[in-house]
């Protein structure tokens, strides 16, 4: 029995410490499922002292521009020759810097856009013609039916800061702006197109320029959907080799419908001319390749006379929004260094955020440097709710958002500034509760995607800050879990692609290097709703898991309790102790127990025992008739055994 009871006791044992390791494991499992879900941890980056664009780049550029004097490939009479075309003063009245964007709505109306004269000369009309038929602009011959133009503007810049690379002491006056819009045009369709007018005698250009408009909204279009993505541009050697492969793969692919620049166009840092010279590089690509843009912390700008903000960008661009456009002047907080991230900047409406449709795809703009009021209740968080509220996702599955300041990226700079974290701060609650596909950002000079965030629910997040800046490339990344891809060796850009309802993907690639393949980096993102429904099976996956380990834990206890009691009885019940030898002699036993009888009779009298045969001895019955109680046993015979 003992033997028996030991065993038993062993196995219980063995028993509890099995179920307190599974419950153990179950716990483990589900924190650590749960980690993985969660959006990761603030990044604990230092900030390098030499990074940000306005702090030791004087060297920098010094020793690009030696390096480009030298080089072979930059200083023929080529390169030369292009300089001295792009420095050249702005004609009277011939049209120049010719760039084109989608109007309102985006699917049947285009924004033509150009410089022409200069203050104080009276501005030269505006007109464009167009026509479906390249003969009909080669003769003078489009229309100018549904065009609606502004009148010319311009504007006047002094440089507020002093250590800009290329701030100059003297006023810039810019040239007039035209910018019309062509309305009413067919979807799907291509167009070719001039501006003007041009000066007495010239004639039409040979080679007109073109575009094609947006496929409707819900269409495949019959084919896949291209749309170019370029940060961080600027005007150097490699800045052309990223528009050169642009136009090279407009030539090639009819897909190729539109394109983004994410912020910080032309480096002009305290010399708006070089505005004019970066519109004169890139017109052959923007007058052709419907563009989109926006703000980045090189457009900030401010004005030492006025003391306002973003004017080049203002004046030279127009996106499509109906929003009232509102600007003050710039500030520091308070309560932060006086850095150039640091300034407390209003522009909301206007072109500084922005969203429309085209074919399967929704597409959204935001201003990282709209940091006035920014925050729920804002301007800008009003319309990025309202707008993702308003998508209908069963014609525009998939849903896009382009910035400058990238919320997630490892590189040593560019870490922690105000502005982005302030946006992120109330966009990417956003971003994750209307299932945003992707969000794509420059800023980091160097190529970055994450694997989504939150994992396998949230959007991928893209950093292409790699389009040919003067700012040289940025190669130094600390290692982070939900980082999938980077590359900081070379300049490039990068491919949205929309095949169907339930397939978009990303392409990267580096600018032409025999060492590089043609795509370096791709992925195809996850349709919103297969990860509504990953993540409610995750949801209820973790629900059951923590069922489990409830009951795994409640059985556990209650084993355990029962094990300790029954433990306890049986130790004590084989081999005893003080306190239970304690109990039989006092109150266990009670009044009727005799100590005097055998133990038959004890057995007899507890009925305990039952044979019938079975005949108890009568000791008060023998104590009365002076016999011998025990004399009986000595009448038994066999047959009462």
């Not at 980056?45 to 306005?54: F, I, N």
């Not at 309305?183 to 167009?191: C, R």
Request: net charge negative.
């Amino acid at each position: 029995m003992q033997t028996y009871i030991k065993k038993i006791s062993s196995q219980m044992m063995m028993m509890m410490i099995v179920l307190i390791i599974v419950a153990t494991c179950l716990t483990t499992w589900t924190t650590i499922h749960s980690v993985k879900m969660a959006p990761p941890a603030s990044r604990k980056l230092t900030r390098k002292p030499e990074a940000g664009p306005y702090a030791g780049y004087n060297k920098i550029i010094a020793n690009e521009y030696k390096k480009y004097v030298l080089s072979k490939k930059f200083s023929d009479n080529n390169h030369n020759k292009r300089n001295q075309r792009l420095l050249s003063a702005i004609s009277a009245s011939s049209p120049e810097q010719v760039h084109i964007s989608y109007g309102i709505p985006a699917i049947s109306s285009m924004v033509v856009s150009w410089a022409a004269g200069t203050p104080p000369t009276a501005a030269p009309a505006s007109s464009v013609h167009y026509s479906e038929n390249i003969d009909d602009i080669k003769n003078g011959k489009g229309s100018t039916s549904n065009v609606n133009c502004e009148t010319p503007n311009s504007y006047k810049y002094l440089c507020a800061r002093s250590g800009l690379p290329f701030c100059k002491t003297e006023e810039y006056q810019s040239p007039y702006f035209h910018h019309c819009t062509i309305s009413n045009l067919k979807t799907n369709t291509k167009y070719f197109y001039q501006v003007g007018p041009y000066p007495t005698g010239s004639t039409p250009p040979s080679t007109p320029f073109s575009f094609r408009t947006a496929r409707a909204v819900g269409d495949d279009g019959n084919g896949v959907l291209t749309v170019s993505v370029i940060g961080d541009m600027g005007q150097t050697p490699y800045s052309e080799e990223t528009r050169d492969a642009v136009k090279e793969a407009m030539s090639k692919d009819d897909s190729l419908q539109f394109g983004f620049i994410l912020g910080d166009m032309s480096y002009a840092d305290g010399d708006n001319n070089r505005w004019d010279t970066w519109g004169r590089m890139m017109e052959s690509m923007l007058a052709n390749l419907p563009t989109m843009y926006m703000v980045g912390n090189h457009e900030i700008e401010d004005d030492k006379t006025t003391k306002m903000s973003f004017l080049p960008y203002r004046n030279r661009f127009r996106m499509p929004s109906t929003l009232k456009e509102v600007d003050g002047p710039y500030a520091y907080f308070p309560d932060l260094p006086h850095h150039y991230y640091n300034l407390d900047l209003t522009y909301d409406g206007g072109s500084s955020y922005y969203s429309f449709s085209v074919g399967l795809a929704h597409f959204i703009v935001l201003n990282t440097y709209n940091t006035h009021l920014s925050g729920k209740g804002s301007p800008q968080y009003n319309f990025l709710k309202t707008d993702l509220e308003s998508i209908d996702r069963s014609k525009t599955p998939w849903v896009f958002v382009f910035m400058h300041g990238p919320f997630y990226q490892s590189n040593e700079v560019h870490q922690d500034e105000h502005a982005t974290l302030l946006l992120q701060s109330w966009a990417e609650p956003l971003f994750n509760q209307y299932h945003v596909d992707a969000v794509f950002a420059g800023h980091v000079h160097a190529y970055q995607r994450t694997h989504p965030i939150p994992a396998n629910a949230g959007p991928v997040y893209v950093t292409v800050g790699d389009g040919g800046n003067r700012e040289k490339l940025y190669d130094k990344f600390d290692t982070e879990t939900w980082s999938a891809y980077h590359n900081g060796d070379h300049y490039g850009y990068g491919n949205i692609r929309v095949y169907s309802k339930d397939k978009a993907g990303w392409y990267w690639r580096g600018n032409p290097d025999p060492n590089l393949p043609d795509v370096e980096d791709s992925v195809l993102f996850t349709p919103h709703e297969q990860r509504i429904k990953d993540e409610t099976k995750r949801k209820q996956d973790q629900k059951n898991v923590e069922g489990i380990i409830a009951f795994t834990l409640f059985f556990t206890c209650t084993f355990c309790a029962v094990f300790v009691i029954t433990y306890r009885y049986c130790k004590n019940y084989v081999y005893g102790d003080g306190n239970m030898a304690k109990t039989y002699n006092s109150t266990a036993l009670d009044d009727s127990f005799n100590t005097d009888l055998d133990s038959t009779e004890m057995l007899a009298e507890h009925g305990r025992y039952k044979s019938p045969d079975f005949r108890p001895i009568n000791v008060e019955d023998g104590s009365k008739n002076n016999k011998n109680p025990y004399d009986d046993v000595d009448q038994l015979t066999s047959n009462d055994i």
